[in-house]
């Protein structure tokens, strides 16, 4: 007699925000759905969707590469700022296209020439791995980096640095303060990670998500030109 092999839950951390709200709705496109997961006033950390054997929670975003690194989720959608400056181990396997945006260098106009020279300056940012990546790596200049946890444009402002590293999505934020971008680090979206153990155990029903996934964006990218 056979007997159907138990299919074990999948496991998605998303990002909680306006990230996961996105994720779910390109998740209904391709039939998967968390109706449950929908309420804005629910306190809930965890859904499951038992017909699909799929769970979904939610966590801040920066924890998002932690609990996919350790097998707590096989899958999960993040933005890239946030896997460079997490640096866990996991696969990065898709480009959603959505939550484009740009990690930048970015301060008064009149800071622009201390990033000619080799000035030891003082940057501000929510990412240090980055910030010390671009600066010490890629540009070869020594600075002096300064974690901060948000509002990241007052440092330039008030006079604790000469730069910031933050991202740019709009530019208003930038505009409203009286800063601009003085050189661009790298271009940001929301990507899916996968667990390297859960790629190869799992990787009959990831293929086909990230399948389906993939020919539901590249739709989009055609009939939203620009
Ligand atoms: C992000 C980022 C910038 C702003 C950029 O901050 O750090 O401050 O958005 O967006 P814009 O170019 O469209 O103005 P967020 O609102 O996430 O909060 P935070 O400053 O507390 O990090």
Redesign the pocket.
Do not use: A, H, M, Y
């Given at each position: 007699m056979e007997t159907e092999k138990e299919m074990r839950y999948l496991t998605f951390a998303l990002g909680k925000g306006r990230l996961a709200k996105k994720t779910l709705e390109l998740f209904e496109q391709i039939g998967i759905t968390c109706e449950e997961m929908k309420d804005p006033d629910s306190r809930k950390l965890i859904f499951v969707n038992e017909e699909l054997k799929l769970k979904f929670f939610l966590s801040k975003g920066p924890d998002v590469p932690t609990y996919v690194e350790y097998g707590a989720a096989d899958i999960g959608v993040v933005g890239r700022d946030t896997i460079l400056e997490e640096r866990r181990k996991l696969y990065e396997v898709l480009d959603l296209g959505f939550g484009a945006?740009r990690m930048c260098v970015c301060g008064l106009e009149s800071a622009r020439p201390l990033l000619k020279s080799q000035e030891l300056i003082r940057v501000a940012t929510?990412y240090p791995n980055i910030a010390k990546d671009y600066f010490y790596n890629q540009k070869n200049q020594t600075v002096e980096i300064i974690k901060l946890?948000?509002?990241?444009?007052l440092a330039p402002i008030v006079g604790l640095s000469e730069v910031i590293v933050?991202?740019?999505?709009?530019?208003?934020?930038?505009?409203?303060n009286g800063l601009v971008v003085l050189e661009e680090v790298c271009p940001l979206s929301a990507r899916v990670v996968v667990n390297q153990v859960s790629m190869r155990m799992e990787n009959e029903r990831i293929t086909k998500l990230l399948g389906d996934l993939n020919r539901v964006i590249s739709k989009m990218t055609v009939s939203q030109p620009g």
């Open positions: 945006c929510k946890n948000g509002s990241i444009e933050d991202i740019v999505e709009t530019g208003s934020t930038l505009r409203e």
